[in-house]
């Protein structure tokens, strides 16, 4: 457990000394992407000092978020617990409330594969999946194939390279492949559509077309 106590007898007071010391949420949120080695944390943690690291994957595992396995592929991972793993609707409904307050980046702002997976989950609207949807999505160094079908989302990590832990690619080539930015949130939020993402150069679409695109702003989007 974490040693910070509010001295309250309380479910949100647990909760806040269970996951909200600094850089725990994040770690949680790399986590509901899938296993990951200290090592693959740390690279999608570029800041988290590495005694905070420790120290934080020691207080989630003493609270029964998360555990340590061992998986014949790469040794030693960190895993959410099925109590862990409860927290992913929290952490989404923690991402729509927040996207409303995103502005720009700040210099040194980045976006790793896990930060814009959970974007893509917590965006996602599966009532309007009963159609599929292939796209390869890029953002800076960082590219995701997901492909949508029968109210689900599946990602899919490219670049950089996935962690061992992780699945292994989808075969054949998506039917819309982009390139954007940090202003792609204006699409997801509705404020320009998927035409003037195109003429502005918020997006750059590499293999498809512009109705593919809106059939993306259409899965995915968070009302601001």
Not at 78 to 90: A, C, M, N, S
Not at 191 to 198: E, G
Request: proline content about 7%.
């Amino acid at each position: 457990m974490a040693a910070r106590s509010y001295g309250q007898y309380c479910g949100i007071t647990t909760a806040v000394e269970l996951i909200t010391e600094r850089w725990a949420l994040l770690i949680i949120r790399d986590l509901l992407v899938g296993p990951r080695r200290y090592t693959d944390l740390k690279q999608g943690l570029p800041k988290i000092p590495t005694n905070i690291l420790a120290a934080r994957l020691k207080e989630l595992q003493e609270g029964g978020v998360i555990r340590r396995i061992a998986l014949r592929r790469c040794g030693l991972v960190y895993e959410l617990t099925e109590y862990g793993r409860d927290l992913e609707p929290i952490v989404q409904a923690l991402g729509r409330w927040g996207f409303r307050s995103m502005g720009d980046p700040k210099d040194g702002d980045i976006v790793t594969a896990d930060s814009l997976t959970m974007a893509l989950r917590t965006a996602f609207r599966p009532e309007f999946a009963s159609a599929s949807l292939d796209f390869q999505i890029q953002v800076g160094p960082v590219e995701l194939r997901a492909q949508v079908g029968a109210g689900e989302l599946k990602v899919f990590q490219i670049a950089p390279p996935t962690p061992p832990v992780g699945g292994s690619l989808p075969s054949g080539d998506p039917e819309l492949q982009f390139i954007t930015g940090p202003g792609i949130r204006h699409l997801i939020a509705g404020t320009l559509t998927p035409a003037q993402s195109v003429e502005q150069g918020v997006v750059t679409i590499v293999k498809g077309n512009t109705k593919l695109l809106e059939r993306f702003a259409e899965l995915f989007r968070i009302d601001t």
